[in-house]
C-alpha cells in the first residue's frame, strides 16, 4: 500500500535489534521454521548503509538460532544482494504482483522490469526466491493465469509462491474492492502446485477471512505453507492458537528448517528429468518391438 495515500497505517522507525531477536525467538517456540522481516522501502538503495548494516547483523543472529531467514527489503542489486547471503539469508521476498500487461494499473513506484531485475540479482547471489502476487485488484483471469505463467517461466522456479488475496485498506484506490472468494484462491495454488511442483505454495495474505474449512480446501488443492504472526506487513493475521487447533483437526505438521530449497528443488527437477529419460526410452523400446 503507497505511502502516498492517507490510511490508518502508520509509519514507523526500524524496529530494534533486541525486539526483532525476541520476536524471532517466540516465533521458533512456538513452531515456526522460518522468520520473515520485512522493510517499507522502495529498495535498499533508497535508505542509509547504516539501516542496512542493522538489517545484515539482525539476520546473522537469527540464523544463529537454527532458523531460516527470509527478508523483503525492495529492490537490491547484485552486491546487495550477495551481503545478504553473507549475513546468513535463507531467502528473498520480491512479489511481481500480477501480471505484467495489468501492473501498471496498479503499481507505478516501480516498473515490472525491475521486479524481474531484483530477482536476478538474488538468484544470482544463490539466495532462495521467494515470489508471488495478489489476487483481488481488479485483475482478469487472464491477468492471473499471465502471473502464473511469468513465475512459472523463470530460469528457476521460485522455491516459494505466495499466493495472497487483497486485504483493502481504507483510504487507498482499492478501498472498496470486493473480497476474493475462496474458489479463487483454490484455483489459483491448484494451478501454482501444477505448474510449479517443487515449489512451497503459501496460503498468505487475506488468509484470517477465510474460514478454516475453506483453509482445509486451499491446502488439499496443494499450499503447504502459511505465514504466522501478528501481523503481515500491514494487515492482520490468524492467531497463532487458532492455527494450532485448525492443524490439529486437520493432522498437519510442520516441517523442520533445512536451508536448502534450491538444492531440494534441483534434485526434484533432475528426477522428473531422469524419469521422462526413462519413459521416452521405454517409448522407444516399444515402438522397436511393435515395427519387428
Not at 515449489?199 to 499450499?223: I, Y
Not at 526413462?278 to 517409448?283: A, L
Request: hydrophobic share 35%; proline share 3%; with cysteine.
Amino acid at each position: 500500500q503507497s505511502s502516498k495515500y492517507k490510511t490508518d497505517v502508520e509509519s514507523q522507525r526500524l524496529l530494534d535489534t533486541e525486539s526483532v531477536l525476541n520476536a524471532a525467538q517466540n516465533a521458533k517456540n512456538s513452531g515456526s521454521t522460518r522468520f520473515c522481516m520485512g522493510a517499507a522501502w522502495r529498495g535498499v538503495s533508497s535508505v542509509g548503509k547504516g539501516q542496512f548494516n542493522r538489517v545484515l547483523d539482525m539476520i546473522t543472529q537469527i540464523r544463529a538460532m537454527d532458523m531460516e531467514v527470509c527478508a523483503t527489503l525492495g529492490m537490491v542489486n547484485e552486491e546487495q544482494a550477495s551481503l545478504l547471503k553473507q549475513a546468513g539469508l535463507t531467502a528473498y521476498n520480491h512479489n511481481i504482483d500480477t501480471s505484467e500487461e495489468y501492473y501498471p494499473s496498479v503499481i507505478s513506484t516501480r516498473t515490472f522490469q525491475d521486479r524481474l531485475e531484483t530477482l536476478k540479482a538474488v538468484r544470482s547471489a544463490g539466495l532462495s526466491v521467494c515470489c508471488g502476487g495478489i489476487v483481488g485488484l481488479g485483475e482478469s483471469d487472464t491477468d492471473r493465469i499471465s502471473m502464473l505463467h511469468t513465475l512459472s517461466t523463470l530460469e528457476s522456479h521460485p522455491e516459494s509462491v505466495p499466493i495472497n488475496a487483497l486485504v483493502a485498506n481504507k483510504g487507498t484506490p482499492l478501498e472498496d474492492s470486493e473480497p476474493v472468494d475462496c474458489w479463487t484462491l483454490v484455483r489459483m495454488i491448484a494451478t501454482a502446485r501444477i505448474l510449479m511442483p517443487a515449489s512451497m505454495v503459501r496460503l498468505s495474505a487475506g488468509r484470517s477471512g477465510l474460514s478454516e474449512h475453506e483453509q482445509a480446501l486451499c491446502f488439499m488443492a496443494g499450499a503447504n505453507s502459511i505465514f504466522t504472526g501478528d501481523k503481515l506487513l500491514t494487515t492482520p493475521n490468524v492467531e497463532m492458537d487458532q492455527d494450532d487447533a485448525m492443524f490439529q483437526k486437520l493432522g498437519l505438521f510442520g516441517k523442520k528448517p533445512f536451508g536448502k530449497e534450491s538444492e531440494h528443488a534441483k534434485q526434484f527437477k533432475q528426477s522428473k528429468h531422469t524419469q521422462q529419460q526413462q519413459h521416452e526410452s521405454h517409448e522407444q523400446e516399444l515402438v522397436h518391438a511393435a515395427s519387428t
